[in-house]
């Protein structure tokens, strides 16, 4: 088929411009801004606002419509096929973890045997535990009525004990696969997933300590609210996952409650940690074994792959979560089919912004970037960093600023080691998280669960987050020093 645009093969190689390059620097900024005023100004689904950023992208570059439609069609396709099965596993493995009273137990044994100075550091691995499996908002309800109850029972402050469960459910949202941000990122930049893992932990638990207990002890000195009386003492045993079910899932499958069993802390951390298990054991046997045709190489290589590691997560799951809860059949098949409908949109909105990224791309906006960033010897990963903040700041969502940052940075990316593009992929993650602030969803969320002021929710929410994206970038930069 003929076309204006080049298409890429397998994304090995960048387009030629199509245009002159102030009119891709043009098209570009208008397409971005297109999405930003659709998101922010006309409330449109991000979905829509990328379709539309798209074709404004192509249109002002001087390439048909159709043409532009074609290469949108084609990144839908192939980021919907890379990493929209791997959301839905996820989501899956999260609504087991939940339902079951796996996530009740997490919570339980690490907090029943920390001493109060302890709690707060306490709080921040509960978080990071309980973020890893789960999307930010699930594992916010989840959270919240241990949180009101460690506060109440510890006589802590509130935010005191809260920011660092919050640290730990969004650093791990932003910068450790399986959440979708990090997975869209290594998908359009081509990044290994095992050794952005392994990278994004390393990043992840110096800052999360910093934005975490370190800083909440802080915010906890500005901040000084009463616990809210919003569940009572009866409830706390299973409010959690009723949250869940109810804010994050749909409602209408068993609860942790209803089930009286829960699997052990032991049974539910080996499910929990398998996934990262096999997915960090195919880096190592790639980085330490050198012969591909060695046979435990090729074992890790088939279990390590982000679709087949969380495939054996969600069907050991089913034994190890659900039937260590004593769900029956028609109990988990209701939880595994009411896990779906929730990340629908979060799929959609990940595969239109594949559609988005590759019209850039073919536009050969890409290598216009990387020639002038070149030139100009800016650092690859502060200028992820810097771009993946701005459209934070700008759209409020930190899915829309790690797809349209990561589509920026992919001439950037050519003939860097595997090492250099995991870093790329951490800064755009670290940048992402930038400032929440009151065109984002989830800083309506924490100041309505804290019951706290605009004012507020800005000194403790907001600057927590910002605390984590710049922590998260001098730990990137760090790392960089020696890969």
């Keep these: 088929m003929t076309s204006e645009l080049t298409y890429l093969a397998a994304g090995t190689e960048l387009a030629e411009p199509v245009a002159a390059g102030w009119q891709l620097v043009l098209a570009a900024l208008a397409g971005i801004a297109l999405i930003v005023v659709l998101i922010t100004v006309a409330k449109l689904h991000p979905f829509l606002g990328l379709i539309f950023g798209a074709l404004t992208v192509g249109v002002a570059a001087g390439v048909n419509v159709g043409s532009v439609l074609d290469s949108f069609g084609d990144g839908f396709g192939s980021t919907a096929a890379g990493v929209g099965i791997l959301i839905a596993l996820g989501a899956m493995f999260a609504k087991l973890l ?33 973020g890893l499996p789960m999307f930010f908002e699930i594992g916010l309800v989840l959270l919240m009525p241990v949180i009101y109850l460690v506060a109440r029972r510890s006589q802590l402050s509130l935010i005191t004990v809260g920011i660092p469960a919050l640290a730990g459910l969004s650093v791990m949202h932003g910068l450790v696969p399986p959440h979708p941000g990090p997975l869209t990122a290594i998908d359009l930049l081509h990044a290994d997933l095992g050794v952005t893992l392994a990278l994004g932990v390393a990043v992840a638990i110096p800052t999360l300590i910093l934005a975490g207990p370190l800083f909440g002890k802080l915010a906890g000195r500005w901040v000084v609210l009463e616990v809210p009386d919003r569940f009572d003492a009866d409830d706390l045993s299973g409010a959690g996952n009723g949250g869940g079910n109810g804010g994050g899932n749909g409602g209408g499958t068993l609860t942790a409650t209803e089930t009286k069993v829960r699997p052990s802390f032991g049974i539910t951390m080996f499910s929990v940690l398998l996934p990262v298990a096999l997915m960090m054991g195919k880096a190592l046997a790639d980085i330490f074994i050198d012969d591909e045709n060695n046979l435990l190489r090729q074992i890790f290589d088939i279990l390590g792959r982000p679709l087949m590691a969380l495939l054996i997560a969600v069907i050991v799951g089913m034994f190890t979560l659900g039937r260590g809860a004593a769900m029956t059949r028609n109990q988990l098949v209701k939880c ?3 896990s779906l409908p929730p990340v629908a949109g979060i799929i959609l909105i990940v595969a239109a912004g594949g559609g988005f990224k590759q019209v850039l791309v073919d536009t050969g906006i890409g290598t216009l970037l990387a020639e002038w960033a070149k030139g100009a010897a800016i650092p690859v990963v502060v200028l992820a960093w810097v771009l993946a903040v701005l459209i934070r700041l700008a759209t409020g969502s930190a899915t829309v600023a790690t797809i349209t940052a990561s589509s920026l940075m992919l001439g950037l990316v050519e003939g860097m080691s595997t090492g250099e593009v995991s870093l790329v992929v951490l800064a755009v993650g670290a940048g992402s998280l930038f400032f929440s602030h009151v065109n984002d969803a989830g800083f309506w969320l924490v100041k309505e669960y804290f019951g706290m002021s605009v004012g507020q929710t800005i000194k403790s929410w907001s600057i927590m987050e910002t605390v984590l994206s710049v922590a998260g970038l001098i730990f990137v930069l760090l790392l ?3 890969i």
């Design 98 to 130: 939940a339902d079951s009273g796996g996530a009740d137990e997490i919570v339980d044994t690490i907090v029943g045997h920390a001493s109060p100075r302890a709690l707060p550091w306490a709080m921040a691995l509960v978080g990071a535990i309980i």
């Design 336 to 338: 595994i089919e009411s």
């Design 480 to 482: 960089s020093i020696f």
